[in-house]
């Protein structure tokens, strides 16, 4: 079914037919068309129909609230939309597949990001596009926002400056602060990845996995598999394995290289594959077939580039037991919205003053379980559209975050 526009139609100079849904080119296209006027807004929760109403919601009987809140500050959860609202914080420099585009380029995607929350998780968010891509002034930002909300998703922000923005804004703030293009796009990896090992009788810890890409996504993938216990997991760059005897590493790649690789492999990504079990692609590039092919037999294949998997599936089929990608064509799609609607979901609900390393393991763990009893090669990971998804991930990561210790509710 077609998507109902219900949004009016700008009266600015836009280039665009806003009535119609033509293009700046002079076609119609049906993505403008569900584009015109944005795609979410605000709505009141609370009527506003008569004086009554209105001195209720507004002035005077607000201030009795904001006063109370002024006394007692933990009130602000119960009697505001805070503990409700996520921000998605950008600055456009690394959105999907188009890179750096720019914060009003970005803003549709945004604005996608923030539906889903609502549609997946019952979340509400608000889209945010940052005017300025220097890592301080985006920390200061968002902490200067951020008593307006009860958790930041950072959002297509190139690496290595996301992984210093994460990492000082949940030092600054007590609200959950999760990277998504990092820590979700991790998640459902390894969700998938438990079920593909089940499927042919093997555990992670007889797997090893190579990782395309040591970006935002593949150091995070990296993490959560060593700490679910993968066998071992080597990730590879450019240049090739990242590897502890190279010179030319950042400091990110410096400290991936201290965890990972304990075969202590050296050379390009295809050595790497030989008698590999799974690889990852989160890089982009294309793998040769020659390389597939030397990979261990029942091998795993997630080839998760967009729009053009590492990989593609014609080839991985020939040589994989399963095969994955970033895809919704395409069986099994690593897709983030399995995971950051009710790890935020999760979070909030007991307000939590972070999201710990546990409860994004306690998510990887609820997603998998979900089609656990009907897994076969073309259903590892769950639809996004399986209505059991949320609520398993939300429980399993309130749970995970009370016994954390981090829980304040």
Not at 341 to 358: C, D, K, L, N
Request: with cysteine; aromatic share 4%.
């Amino acid at each position: 079914m077609a998507a109902e526009i219900v949004n009016p139609a700008s009266d600015g100079n836009t280039g665009a037919d806003e009535g119609t849904g033509t293009a700046p080119d002079g076609t119609f296209d049906p993505a403008f068309a569900l584009h015109r006027g944005g795609k979410m807004a605000i709505q009141a929760t609370v009527p506003v129909r008569d004086r009554d109403d209105l001195s209720l919601a507004y002035t005077p009987g607000v201030a009795k609230v904001c006063s109370a809140i002024a006394e007692q500050p933990e009130l602000v959860h119960d009697y505001t939309w805070k503990s409700q609202v996520v921000a998605v914080v950008t600055d456009g420099t690394a959105v999907l597949g188009l890179g750096d585009i720019g914060p009003e380029a970005s803003l549709p995607v945004m604005e996608g990001k923030a539906i889903l929350f609502k549609q997946f998780g019952g979340v509400d968010a608000v889209p945010i596009a940052l005017g300025t891509t220097d890592t301080d002034e985006i920390v200061e930002t968002v902490v200067r926002l951020a008593p307006s909300f009860g958790g930041v998703n950072l959002e297509d922000i190139s690496a290595p400056r996301c992984f210093e923005i994460e990492r000082r804004l949940q030092e600054a703030l007590d609200i959950p602060v999760f990277h998504d293009d990092q820590h979700g796009t991790a998640v459902v990896t390894l969700a998938a990845l438990r079920n593909a090992a089940k499927l042919t009788d093997r555990s992670l810890g007889q797997l090893r996995a190579v990782i395309s890409g040591a970006g935002a996504a593949g150091v995070a993938i990296a993490k959560i598999l060593i700490e679910a216990g993968i066998g071992d997991v080597a990730v590879c760059d450019r240049k090739g394995v990242v590897s502890v005897d190279r010179e030319d590493l950042t400091d990110v790649k410096r400290e991936l290289a201290g965890f990972t690789n304990k075969a202590k492999l050296t050379g390009s990504l295809e050595q790497a594959l030989d008698g590999a079990d799974v690889f990852i692609g989160v890089s982009g590039g294309t793998v040769a077939e020659e390389a597939v092919a030397k990979m261990a037999k029942n091998s795993l294949i997630f080839a998760m580039a967009n729009p053009t998997p590492e990989i593609h599936p014609d080839v991985a089929h020939k040589y994989a037991a399963v095969v994955a990608t970033g895809r919704s064509d395409f069986p099994n799609q690593i897709n983030n919205v399995l995971a950051f609607p009710g790890i935020f979901a999760g979070a909030m609900q007991v307000r939590a003053s972070r999201i710990t390393e546990g409860m994004k393991l306690a998510a990887a763990e609820a997603l998998a379980a979900v089609v656990a009893d009907e897994l076969s090669a073309d259903r590892v990971i769950p639809s996004p559209f399986d209505e059991r998804v949320a609520p398993a991930v939300t429980a399993a990561v309130a749970a995970a975050a009370r016994a954390e210790g981090v829980a304040r509710r």
